[in-house]
């Protein structure tokens, strides 16, 4: 068999491909709508590329052939956190096009990605309706399961919902053999971020505002901040009311909130765009490419929108095992 070619859908910057291609498989092209997004994937992987655009757009025919789909398709129509609309969603249509383009270029196998939310969402309506629907294409689903990145060698807590599936005349065995890996890593290793911009002291404007929150209603005797700085590589999640502390471990990054702070050699650090990068699997010679191109509140946001790189490279190479 052939090197595997790939397209990479709803590609965000990059880190499906960057899982594929460290399984030896090659991208021959792209498709994004965020402008911004595109443009730190360009840093990451080249200007000359074709993007494709929006893939509810694409003309099939003007693709080149590839055997492989890998997509995280929108999360804002399933997330708990949205609205929940699901399926009536336009957004939530984009399986649709997918699907499409699956049978259009007769492809040979998938990885598609969600949130969590999905699993349940409308009572499991729309996950069991996602199923069929790449059943009635005609592909097996052969593996559809929650992981989360902590198990794949980065310290983020992270849970999405992954799907492989295989053409069905191509199904030789059903076993993904899927093992999750128990390997920990300490955040301190990703937490490497040497940019004084990112200290998080009384000179920062928001600093007052954090010792409000720490004084609200929830927080209030919960936590001394004198304390708090005596520990490194203690990691604080700033949700909206409550403060959550942890230890070994990082939370979710997250699209649209980028509350979180550590603590390192006794001071406050925000958690920085190259790190949450490097918390996304992106090694840090790639990481380091978006530095002064590239705002940090936007890398900050694509990091919290992206694939975890380590998990798509072990679902990579778990297919080609059994292709």
Not at 164 to 182: A, N, P, Q
Not at 200 to 209: K, L
Request: glycine share 8%; charged share 30%; with cysteine.
């Amino acid at each position: 068999m052939g090197k595997i070619k790939f397209m990479d859908f709803c590609a965000g910057i990059g880190a499906g491909r960057l899982g594929l291609e460290r399984n030896g498989m090659e991208c021959v092209g792209f498709s994004e709508i965020n402008t911004i997004s595109e443009r730190t994937y360009r840093e990451f992987f080249g200007h000359d590329e074709k993007n494709f655009g929006d893939l509810m757009q694409i003309d099939t025919n003007e693709l080149p052939d590839f055997d492989l789909m890998i997509a995280g398709f929108p999360c804002q129509s399933f997330s708990i956190v949205g609205k929940r609309k699901g399926m009536e969603d336009d957004r939530g249509q984009i399986i649709y096009g997918l699907i499409k383009i699956m049978l259009e270029k007769n492809l040979k196998y998938f990885i598609l990605e969600n949130v969590k939310g999905l699993v349940n969402h409308d009572g499991g309506r729309t996950i069991k309706i996602i199923l069929e629907e790449l059943d009635q294409a005609g592909y097996k689903v052969i593996f559809h399961k929650v992981l989360n990145s902590i198990h794949y060698g980065v310290p983020q807590m992270r849970e999405r919902i992954y799907f492989v599936g295989i053409r069905k005349d191509l199904v030789k065995k059903e076993d993904f053999g899927y093992v999750e890996s128990t390997e920990s890593v300490k955040p301190e290793k990703y937490l490497i971020d040497d940019d004084n911009d990112f200290e998080f002291s009384s000179t920062n404007p928001a600093y007052g505002t954090f010792l409000n929150y720490l004084n609200n209603k929830y927080n209030k005797d919960q936590y001394n901040l004198a304390d708090l700085l005596k520990k490194d590589y203690i990691v604080l999640d700033t949700r909206q009311s409550d403060l959550r502390v942890y230890k070994d471990r990082v939370p979710t990054l997250r699209t649209g909130r980028h509350g979180i702070l550590y603590v390192r050699d006794g001071k406050l650090r925000r958690l920085s765009g190259l790190e949450s990068l490097l918390l996304q699997g992106f090694p840090i010679e790639l990481a380091q490419k978006t530095k002064d191109k590239i705002n940090n509140i936007h890398i900050l946001s694509q990091a919290g929108n992206a694939m975890t790189v380590n998990v798509i490279e072990r679902l990579g190479k778990n297919l080609l095992n059994i292709i």
